[in-house]
Protein backbone atom coordinates (compact mmCIF):
# COMPACT_ATOMS: atom_id res chain seq x y z
CA UNK A 1 0.00 0.00 0.00
CA UNK A 2 1.15 3.41 -0.98
CA UNK A 3 1.88 5.80 1.98
CA UNK A 4 0.22 9.58 1.41
CA UNK A 5 3.66 11.09 0.76
CA UNK A 6 4.32 8.42 -2.40
CA UNK A 7 0.48 9.15 -3.38
CA UNK A 8 0.49 12.82 -3.68
CA UNK A 9 3.87 12.64 -5.37
CA UNK A 10 2.63 10.42 -8.71
CA UNK A 11 4.13 11.54 -11.61
CA UNK A 12 2.26 13.77 -13.70
CA UNK A 13 0.23 12.94 -17.00
CA UNK A 14 1.84 13.92 -20.11
CA UNK A 15 -0.08 17.04 -21.28
CA UNK A 16 -0.79 17.54 -25.11
CA UNK A 17 0.38 20.83 -26.56
CA UNK A 18 -2.80 22.43 -27.66
CA UNK A 19 -5.14 20.64 -25.83
CA UNK A 20 -5.65 22.97 -23.38
CA UNK A 21 -6.71 25.74 -25.97
CA UNK A 22 -9.74 22.94 -26.98
CA UNK A 23 -10.28 22.56 -23.26
CA UNK A 24 -10.56 26.14 -21.73
CA UNK A 25 -13.46 26.78 -23.33
CA UNK A 26 -15.54 23.90 -21.76
CA UNK A 27 -14.28 23.97 -18.27
CA UNK A 28 -15.49 27.54 -18.75
CA UNK A 29 -19.08 26.38 -20.11
CA UNK A 30 -18.69 23.85 -17.31
CA UNK A 31 -18.03 27.02 -14.54
CA UNK A 32 -20.86 28.76 -16.00
CA UNK A 33 -23.16 25.28 -15.02
CA UNK A 34 -21.99 25.38 -11.69
CA UNK A 35 -23.67 28.66 -11.16
CA UNK A 36 -26.77 27.65 -12.72
CA UNK A 37 -26.61 24.50 -10.72
CA UNK A 38 -26.36 26.86 -7.36
CA UNK A 39 -29.28 28.99 -8.67
CA UNK A 40 -31.62 26.06 -8.99
CA UNK A 41 -30.21 24.27 -5.57
CA UNK A 42 -30.38 27.50 -3.05
CA UNK A 43 -34.53 27.54 -3.66
CA UNK A 44 -34.92 23.77 -4.36
CA UNK A 45 -33.18 23.23 -0.65
CA UNK A 46 -35.52 25.69 0.51
CA UNK A 47 -38.54 24.18 -0.67
CA UNK A 48 -37.68 20.33 0.07
CA UNK A 49 -34.76 20.51 2.45
CA UNK A 50 -30.84 20.45 1.57
CA UNK A 51 -29.72 17.40 1.99
CA UNK A 52 -33.04 16.01 -0.08
CA UNK A 53 -32.18 18.74 -3.06
CA UNK A 54 -28.86 17.55 -2.82
CA UNK A 55 -29.42 13.65 -2.54
CA UNK A 56 -31.82 14.87 -6.21
CA UNK A 57 -29.13 16.20 -8.02
CA UNK A 58 -26.69 13.25 -7.07
CA UNK A 59 -29.63 10.75 -8.36
CA UNK A 60 -30.59 12.59 -12.22
CA UNK A 61 -26.40 12.84 -12.24
CA UNK A 62 -25.97 9.01 -11.28
CA UNK A 63 -28.83 8.18 -13.49
CA UNK A 64 -27.63 10.40 -17.04
CA UNK A 65 -24.09 9.06 -16.28
CA UNK A 66 -25.42 5.50 -15.95
CA UNK A 67 -26.87 5.53 -18.91
CA UNK A 68 -24.03 7.07 -20.73
CA UNK A 69 -21.95 4.06 -19.14
CA UNK A 70 -24.56 1.73 -20.71
CA UNK A 71 -24.10 3.24 -24.26
CA UNK A 72 -20.55 3.86 -23.89
CA UNK A 73 -19.27 0.15 -23.74
CA UNK A 74 -15.49 -1.17 -21.83
CA UNK A 75 -14.21 1.20 -19.80
CA UNK A 76 -10.26 0.68 -20.14
CA UNK A 77 -8.45 0.97 -16.36
CA UNK A 78 -8.20 -1.60 -13.14
CA UNK A 79 -11.62 -2.54 -11.78
CA UNK A 80 -12.76 0.22 -9.23
CA UNK A 81 -12.09 -2.33 -6.39
CA UNK A 82 -8.42 -2.26 -7.32
CA UNK A 83 -7.93 1.36 -6.51
CA UNK A 84 -6.31 3.10 -3.61
CA UNK A 85 -9.06 4.48 -1.20
CA UNK A 86 -7.58 8.05 -1.57
CA UNK A 87 -8.62 8.25 -4.93
CA UNK A 88 -12.22 7.70 -4.19
CA UNK A 89 -12.39 10.77 -1.49
CA UNK A 90 -14.04 12.61 -4.11
CA UNK A 91 -17.25 10.89 -4.06
CA UNK A 92 -17.16 12.23 -0.27
CA UNK A 93 -16.13 15.94 -1.13
CA UNK A 94 -18.80 16.35 -4.01
CA UNK A 95 -21.56 16.25 -1.91
CA UNK A 96 -20.00 18.63 0.57
CA UNK A 97 -19.53 20.80 -1.74
CA UNK A 98 -23.41 20.66 -2.87
CA UNK A 99 -24.70 20.86 0.32
CA UNK A 100 -22.59 24.17 0.76
CA UNK A 101 -23.77 25.64 -2.48
CA UNK A 102 -27.19 24.14 -1.22
CA UNK A 103 -26.85 25.73 2.03
CA UNK A 104 -25.31 29.90 0.87
CA UNK A 105 -26.78 30.46 -2.22
CA UNK A 106 -30.19 31.52 -0.47
CA UNK A 107 -28.25 33.29 1.93
CA UNK A 108 -25.71 34.92 0.53
CA UNK A 109 -26.49 34.88 -3.33
CA UNK A 110 -24.80 33.30 -6.33
CA UNK A 111 -22.26 35.58 -7.10
CA UNK A 112 -21.11 35.24 -3.33
CA UNK A 113 -21.34 31.72 -3.26
CA UNK A 114 -19.38 31.40 -6.61
CA UNK A 115 -16.49 33.69 -5.78
CA UNK A 116 -16.49 32.17 -2.25
CA UNK A 117 -16.16 28.60 -4.02
CA UNK A 118 -13.18 30.07 -6.84
CA UNK A 119 -11.02 31.67 -3.71
CA UNK A 120 -10.52 28.31 -2.15
CA UNK A 121 -10.24 26.65 -5.48
CA UNK A 122 -8.14 28.44 -6.70
CA UNK A 123 -5.87 28.58 -3.12
CA UNK A 124 -5.75 24.99 -2.59
CA UNK A 125 -5.11 24.79 -6.95
CA UNK A 126 -2.08 26.70 -6.22
CA UNK A 127 -0.63 24.27 -3.21
CA UNK A 128 -1.57 21.31 -5.39
CA UNK A 129 0.34 22.58 -8.30
CA UNK A 130 3.22 24.11 -6.09
CA UNK A 131 4.05 21.01 -4.32
CA UNK A 132 2.54 18.39 -7.38
CA UNK A 133 -0.22 16.97 -5.21
CA UNK A 134 -1.93 13.98 -6.75
CA UNK A 135 0.21 13.71 -9.76
CA UNK A 136 -0.45 17.15 -10.86
CA UNK A 137 2.43 18.84 -13.00
CA UNK A 138 4.74 21.04 -10.57
CA UNK A 139 4.02 24.36 -10.78
CA UNK A 140 6.72 26.84 -8.52
CA UNK A 141 3.74 29.96 -6.78
CA UNK A 142 5.59 32.75 -8.74
CA UNK A 143 4.57 36.08 -8.28
CA UNK A 144 1.73 36.51 -11.12
CA UNK A 145 0.18 32.90 -8.94
CA UNK A 146 -0.04 35.33 -6.05
CA UNK A 147 -1.28 38.00 -7.35
CA UNK A 148 -4.31 36.11 -9.41
CA UNK A 149 -5.40 34.40 -6.14
CA UNK A 150 -5.07 38.52 -4.40
CA UNK A 151 -7.16 39.61 -7.18
CA UNK A 152 -9.84 36.58 -6.56
CA UNK A 153 -9.54 37.59 -3.13
CA UNK A 154 -10.07 41.70 -3.76
CA UNK A 155 -13.01 40.26 -6.37
CA UNK A 156 -14.85 38.35 -2.75
CA UNK A 157 -14.55 41.69 -0.75
CA UNK A 158 -15.92 44.02 -3.38
CA UNK A 159 -18.66 41.41 -3.85
CA UNK A 160 -19.09 40.89 -0.57
CA UNK A 161 -19.46 44.97 -0.29
CA UNK A 162 -21.76 45.53 -2.93
Do not use: C
Request: aromatic share 8%; no cysteine; charged share 10%.
Amino acid sequence: MQSFDEVVAAPAPVARPGLRWLLLPLVILAGMGLSVEAGLLGPLGEQVGHLWATLSIFGVGSAILFLLLLFAGPQKGPALTDLPRWQLIGGFLGPVYVVGLTLATPHIGIAMTMIAILSGQVGKSVLIDHFGWFGATRKKVNGERWLALGLIVAALVLIARG
